[in-house]
């Protein structure tokens, strides 16, 4: 019978295995900068976690769990169960962080059990003795015979299938440990593996199936015992058993009376209990679990029977304890508002390797750019030590306008014709020059910036990411920028009708700044953020040069980072 137990285990298990692709699986377990998530008492915490004193972010509130839960319920003691027993429960569960979870779980379970066996000191068992079944006198002849007629009348030897009905009660408070949710290469899982082991109490009451109404059922039991091979097989005694007796259990089973506590009338025993589950999430409120649950009490009397078998003799007390098992599939639901999954469903790495991935809260060091000779050139762009004072070009060289080989900052004819070169050392040339021209500068571009960029191109999304004619448009964007170092760059983006619409705006601005910055090269401060404009295309993205005096952001907050693309 067990075996059909565990292949029923099986099939369930492949069942809720195969569907749990349907899980759903969130790649970001929660904004840790949330606050609406954050307990009163975990405030501090987190909002020096914002400000960067704190590297720890606070706890998140988590939701409660409820769960109600069906299965079959066994005993195991010194009468075999029957495996198809009804059992049920309900719990409700809490975590107290991502690995440890408690659970108050109140169980209900009815056991029944029948031997295919005779028994032999059943005279020991109230159960069965004060139904009248069979009592030991000794004959004339100096044997032990049994008894059932009046007068103490020598009948033939009784015979006892023993058989019983258990109803079990237990609440107990586990102490629930997961195994899984700790993952190094996902960010959430939609199974849970956990282990169980708790503390408790149990009440039981226990009964015999020993009457027919008020007959006993010996000749039925003589029958079975000495049908020969008609009954040689286990299963044929239990079906010839089951056809030939009610199913009322009328007799109140042999208990422990008045030596043990009771709790309403039934006998109570503190109880210990293990075992181990599987839950497979089916939404981020609802999941499915497979348990299967062991109790153990100090007890030998949850089947009724407790005698060991000595034909003839004075029985004695069997030395192990009975104990029973719950294998069960349950619905649990969270609830819970403002308050994020329970921790045993969320990966506590989940953000820290977001933030590694794509940085948000992490702090850098300012960056130390030394310029050794003051020319607003760092050195590590710096291709030359210039004397101070001498203006020098993007790679920190000192300027010189006519190309004669003195620096501007020394020529003291600023420009001199190719056909007066070379100079002497005060960069005068060997033709006459009017003198009109020393110390003349050169003259300045007084183009604006919309005329040195031009008409720039617009980049049009079709999916979450830009194609490769969206990078060829961008990489032309940029060839104008390193040409034009003084310009900056508008980036826009449209629509503000719904939330929606005005976290995609500001993903596709931020998507293109990105792609700039981190491909192009181009610095972040050349760009002015600019989304949730109206008057355009929601999935375009336009760029401008900016206006003279024109300035803005070169990075904004989303607006509702719940609905970032990924």
Not at 83 to 109: C, I, Q
Not at 228 to 250: C, P
Not at 436 to 448: E, Q, S, W, Y
Request: proline share 6%.
């Amino acid at each position: 019978m067990a075996s059909k137990k565990y292949l029923f285990l099986a099939g369930i298990f492949c069942l809720l295995a195969s569907t749990s692709g349907f899980s759903q699986r969130v790649g970001a377990s929660y904004d840790v900068k949330d606050s609406s998530v954050v307990r009163s008492k975990d405030m501090p915490q987190h909002s020096e976690f914002l400000n960067g004193t704190q590297n720890f972010p606070a706890k998140p509130r988590n939701q409660w769990e409820i769960g109600i839960k069906a299965g079959l319920f066994t005993v195991s003691g010194d009468v075999p169960a029957k495996t198809w027993s009804p059992g049920f429960g309900v719990h409700v569960r809490k975590a107290f962080g991502y690995v440890f979870s408690m659970r108050l779980e109140y169980l209900y379970g009815i056991g029944k059990g029948q031997h295919f066996r005779t028994a032999e000191n059943f005279r020991k068992n109230t159960a069965w003795s004060q139904n009248g079944y069979g009592a030991p006198i000794r004959l004339n002849s100096g044997q032990m015979a049994f008894v059932s007629g009046p007068n103490n009348t020598p009948t033939a030897k009784d015979q006892v299938f023993y058989n019983y009905r258990t109803k079990v009660q237990d609440l107990s408070l586990q102490g629930i440990i997961t195994f899984n949710n700790i993952r190094f290469h996902k960010a959430k899982s939609g199974m849970a593996m956990y282990g169980i082991v708790g503390i408790g109490g149990t009440v039981y009451e226990t009964m015999v199936n020993a009457l027919n109404g008020t007959t006993k059922y010996t000749t039925l039991f003589n029958q079975v015992a000495a049908g020969g091979t008609a009954y040689s097989k286990r299963k044929d005694v239990l079906k010839a058993l089951k056809e030939g007796m009610d199913d009322t259990y009328e007799t109140k089973a042999e208990g422990q009376g008045d030596r043990r506590p009771t709790l309403f009338d039934n006998t109570f025993k503190p109880s210990g209990t293990f075992g181990f589950g599987i839950a497979f999430k089916l939404s981020n409120k609802i999941n499915l679990a497979l348990e299967n649950r062991y109790t153990f009490i100090k007890d030998d009397l949850l089947d009724g029977q407790r005698w060991q078998e000595h034909p003839f003799g004075d029985a004695s007390l069997t030395r192990d304890f009975d104990s029973y098992n719950m294998f069960s599939l349950g619905l649990n639901i969270n609830l819970g508002s403002k308050a994020v999954e329970p921790l045993w469903w969320l990966n506590p790495l989940d953000y820290a390797y977001s933030e590694i991935r794509n940085p948000r809260l992490m702090k850098f060091p300012k960056p130390s750019l030394p310029d050794s000779d003051g020319d607003g050139i760092t050195d590590q762009f710096d291709q030359e030590q210039t004397p101070a004072g001498c203006p020098v070009d993007s790679h920190g060289v000192t300027k010189d306008t006519d190309g004669d080989g003195v620096p501007d900052c020394k020529d003291k004819e600023l420009i001199t014709p190719t056909y007066c070169q070379p100079v002497d050392a005060d960069g005068i040339g060997k033709c006459p020059c009017d003198p009109n021209c020393v110390g003349k500068a050169p003259p300045v571009d007084t183009k604006t910036c919309s005329q040195l960029l031009g008409s720039l191109p617009s980049v049009s999304f079709k999916s979450n990411s830009l194609d490769n004619d969206a990078k060829a448009a961008l990489s032309t964007v940029a060839a104008r920028l390193r040409n034009n170092p003084g310009c900056k760059v508008v980036v826009i983006g449209y629509c503000a009708s719904t939330k929606k619409e005005q976290q995609s705006s500001w993903d596709n601005v931020n998507r293109v700044i990105n792609y700039m910055v981190d491909k192009e090269g181009i610095s972040n401060d050349r760009f002015i953020f600019n989304y949730g404009q109206e008057g355009g295309d929601c999935n375009t993205v336009d760029l401008r040069a900016a206006a003279e005096g024109e300035d803005g952001p070169n990075t904004v907050e989303p607006p509702h980072p719940n609905l970032r693309k990924n």
